[in-house]
């Protein structure tokens, strides 16, 4: 079975630094670009990021260029979403992933991660 | 405010059919590829349909996209009270060339 498994719940301080992790199954985690979305009552759900972890080439959302770091371990399958400085701003549920999609245009994902929450709060 | 459009809430009775509607432009929806997926809070989104109006193996025939111009369509029909979820619909948008989403519709089955 194709699955993605995110990190659990998070709770951290304001200028704490974060790192979720999103661990791949049951396909060849390298060969498929693996995209972040942020989901917020007030926003909905916002594209962050995509990761192809065959050769970690990343394109950011100019939203969160700088704001976020993602990455990606093909010895261990597991794709990242870190932050060195944390906000109130970034409590939010974060998902990760699969494009199926062959480029862009082709914009369909499966499987999706269960989300991780993440609530920063002083 | 997302960049595509979606109704916040929709509703019918059981047995019912049900259509979301998803607009953008012609920078996302007009160019690219819609997909749309079905959210149970708490849990992973799950695909419904892909390229418009294709739907992935062990998705019913219930479930139906279509597309025309800068605006999407999903259906819904034979509504049943297990379909009491939230639906988005994506897409990329070449301008911003960053992926797209809808604000999610809420369905309830009256």
């Known amino acids: 079975?194709?699955?993605?498994?995110?990190?659990?719940?998070?709770?951290?301080?304001?200028?704490?630094?974060?790192?979720?992790?999103?661990?791949?199954?049951?396909y060849i985690f390298s060969n498929y670009w693996i995209a972040w979305v942020r989901q917020t009552p007030g926003k909905g759900l916002e594209w962050m990021g995509i990761i192809y972890p065959g050769d970690s080439d990343t394109r950011y959302s100019p939203s969160f260029q700088g704001q976020v770091t993602i990455s990606a371990d093909k010895s261990i399958d597991t794709a990242y979403l870190q932050w060195s400085s944390l906000k109130a701003s970034d409590t939010a549920i974060y998902y990760c992933m699969?494009?199926?999609?062959?480029?862009?245009?082709?914009?369909?994902?499966?499987?999706?991660?269960q989300g991780t929450l993440v609530t920063v709060s002083s | 405010q997302s960049v595509l459009t979606q109704p916040p809430?929709?509703?019918?009775?059981?047995?019912?059919?049900?259509?979301?509607?998803?607009?953008?432009?012609?920078?996302?929806?007009?160019?690219?590829?819609?997909?749309?997926?079905?959210?149970?809070?708490g849990t992973a989104p799950k695909l419904?349909?892909?390229?418009?109006?294709?739907?992935?193996?062990?998705?019913?025939?219930?479930?139906?996209?279509?597309?025309?111009?800068?605006?999407?369509?999903?259906?819904?029909?034979?509504?049943?009270?297990g379909d009491e979820a939230d639906y988005y619909c994506g897409t990329w948008d070449s301008s911003l060339s960053v992926?797209?989403?809808?604000?999610g519709t809420k369905l309830t089955v009256l």
């Open chain 2, 9 to 41: 809430s929709v509703s019918a009775a059981p047995g019912q059919k049900v259509t979301i509607s998803c607009s953008g432009s012609s920078s996302n929806i007009g160019n690219n590829f819609v997909s749309w997926y079905q959210h149970f809070p």
């Open chain 2, 99 to 103: 992926g797209v989403f809808g604000g």
């Open chain 1, 98 to 113: 699969r494009r199926l999609g062959g480029s862009p245009s082709y914009f369909w994902f499966d499987p999706w991660g």
């Open chain 1, 1 to 26: 079975e194709v699955q993605l498994v995110q990190s659990g719940a998070e709770v951290k301080k304001p200028g704490e630094s974060l790192k979720i992790s999103c661990q791949s199954s049951g």
């Open chain 2, 48 to 81: 419904l349909i892909y390229e418009n109006s294709k739907r992935p193996s062990g998705i019913p025939d219930r479930f139906s996209g279509s597309k025309s111009g800068t605006s999407a369509t999903l259906g819904i029909t034979g509504l049943q009270s």
